[in-house]
């Protein structure tokens, strides 16, 4: 009988170590690897802004001021009034946005995605909840850019 | 002793896919005597004893225990009968992963509330009526053939039940082997009155050991009586299998086509 | 020699026999996980089933796991060298993992490793008949001796995926920063903006909880319902293997199609 328990408790033992590694794992996955960190998890509010054209701006692609993820766009819609895009933004609940900012499509690098840029203004009034940011830059498209281009040119 | 059979089964009928196993058979097993079941191989003898465990519902019949009937009990209460039985199976069917002494106890530690200290006790005894005390921490795979089988009846009789079978149990021991559990198999029907069924079909030693025998063949009995009796039967089936004729009615040849016409033929 | 109608007679008898196979593996699953456990009793069952099923994979896993990070980074720099990307290796790595190597290869070694020998030990119980001893004692196999092995499975395969993981990323570190000398800082940020923990690495988490699920049905189920001899036992380890690869495999793109789908 002794031997039984001696065994056992090697087993858990083991057992034990296995769950640790694993959650060892899980915690190196989430925070090393994916940069889970305490703002990405915190809550934010809800923004809108209307482009021309969105381009090639994705749902969850990120939102930046000045080159720091301040949130994430959640939605695009075409607005059947308007015909334009609208994109609903989340911005992290520090962050707060002047109600006189830019909101423009922007590209990473040269070949990269597309991302949400918004440029300050110097208002000391920012938006609130489910405001509209009223001015916007639509994404540059490649076709209309070498048409006026081609235009300057035969000037 | 009680005239009450121990084990009756009344007009059973068995079958497994197209085949039948048992055709309307019946037979008693009085109380306290020590029975064999004999017959060709592939009679269904395992079968008969798994029919009378629970562990397979007959096609049309009944078989009781006593007065209960087996086949028609529900889960829970075919478990509780089932403390009546005892079974030693050919493969003795040792749990490999756990010692001689774990081995015996398990049966105790699942279905008795009882403690460490007396199921302990009870261990020992069991282990010293099949003359393996000295054994007890021994893992299955250390035993020899034969101390693996007593093991394993000491197991089977764990709880004292009233019944027990024995499934093929001198198949592939030594003589002395066979010898040590033909001793414990007597002590265990006359001392502590312990019904027996042997399934076997080794005539010597079974004839020496029982009270009663049943020779089935094609599903049905073909001779039944005491061993000195079914020494003189008629039954040319019976003779055949106790005197170990290779040919008669079950023959030698499987049936094929004329030897001359198949040397000559072609396919 | 048989003709189309015997041939399509033979075709649905196969069908219908896969039907009744599919269900009576589903009663074997129910009588195991829904009957209320004896916790005193089963729980060191589980706990020795989860070291030999869980922890004595980890050898195998931790190896495969490295290696294939490494080679992945071999392989990811050769071609993002071309564009001048070399910096995304960090996420070509974690993402390819997190999302479908971790999942899918450590649920295949799985299924050859600790299925097959799930199989094997429950088809070699019940050829000597362990299980029927087990129900004469009024003991229910079901619960001692299948359940602990499911629950093992199940819980086990997750945290193999996890390590799995784990380990690729230490592999392509190793050959990325180590040795051919890209920049560590770059090769974590850039991976930490390109990874989402929800998206990626809880996707992946959820994969391998399906097929830890399935795998571990059909191993305990294979050897629970095999012919009690040892070609019967053979013959039901090869099916554990066969079916649990093509299951994950099939179950992978089915998850992948409805995670893209914006779950």
Known sequence: ???????????????????????????????????????????????????????????????????????????????????????????????????DSTASILTQGLLGSNYLGITPGYSTVSYQAGNVIQRTNSALILEQLIGQFLFNMKK | MSSQACVQIKHLTFSRGSRKIFDDLSLDVPR????????????????????????????????????????????????????KMGMLFQSNALFTNLSVFDNIAYPLRERADLSEAFIRDIVLMKLQAVGLRGARHLMPSDLSGGMARRVA?????????????????????????????????????????MTSIIVSHDIEITFNLVDYVFVLADGKIIGQGKPDELRNSANAQVRQFLNGLPDGPVPFHYPAKDYATDLMGEN | ????????????????????????????????????????????????????????????????GSFIGMVLALQGYNILEKFAAADELGPLVALSVARELGPVVTGLLFAGRAGSSLTAEIGLMKATDQLSSMELMAVDPLQRVVAPRFWAGFYSLPLLTIVFSM????????????????????????????????????????????????????????????????????????????????????????LTAMMMGGW
């Open chain 2, 32 to 83: 306290g005597s020590i029975v064999g079941i004999m017959g060709p191989s592939g009679t269904g003898k395992t079968t008969l004893l798994r029919l009378i465990s629970g562990q397979l519902s007959p096609d049309q019949g009944s078989i009781f225990l006593d007065d209960d009937e087996i086949n028609t009990l529900s889960r829970s209460r075919l478990y509780q009968v089932r403390k």
């Open chain 3, 167 to 254: 380990f690729s990323i230490f592999g392509a570190y190793a050959v990325g920063v180590d040795w051919i000398g890209l920049d560590a800082g770059s090769f974590w940020s850039n991976m930490q903006a390109s990874v989402d923990f929800r998206i990626d690495i809880v996707n992946g988490i959820i994969k391998s909880i399906v097929f830890g699920f399935f795998t571990t049905w059909i191993a305990v189920y294979q050897g629970y319902a095999c012919v009690p001899t040892s070609e019967g036992i053979s013959h039901a380890t090869t099916r554990t293997v066969v079916f649990s690869s093509l299951v994950i495999l099939g179950l992978d793109f089915v």
């Open chain 3, 1 to 64: 020699m048989l003709s189309m109608v015997q041939r399509i007679q033979s075709l649905g008898a196969a069908g219908i026999h896969f039907v009744e196979r599919v269900g009576e593996a589903g009663l074997v699953l129910l009588g195991a996980i829904f009957k209320k456990p004896n916790l005193h009793k089963s729980f060191p069952l589980l706990i020795q089933q989860i070291y030999m099923v869980g922890f004595l994979s980890l050898p195998i896993i931790i190896v495969a």
């Open chain 1, 1 to 99: 009988m002794n031997t039984k328990g001696k065994n056992k408790s090697i087993v858990e033992f083991w057992v034990g170590i296995f769950l640790l590694l694993g959650i060892a794992g899980l915690v190196f996955l989430a925070f090393q690897v994916s940069g889970l960190t305490q703002k990405s998890m915190s809550h934010g509010y809800v923004l809108k802004a209307n482009f021309d054209n969105v381009g090639g701006l994705k749902v969850r692609a990120p939102v930046q001021i000045a080159g720091v993820v301040v949130g994430r766009v959640t939605n695009i819609e075409l607005n059947a009034q308007t015909y334009q895009a609208e994109a609903t933004l989340l911005i992290y609940d520090q962050y707060t946005v002047p109600n």
């Open chain 2, 153 to 193: 009846l000491a197991r089977a009789i764990a709880m004292d039940p009233e019944l027990i079978m024995y499934d093929e149990p001198f198949t592939g021991q030594d003589p002395i082997s066979v010898g040590m559990i033909v001793k414990l198999m007597r002590l265990l029907n006359k001392s502590a009155n």
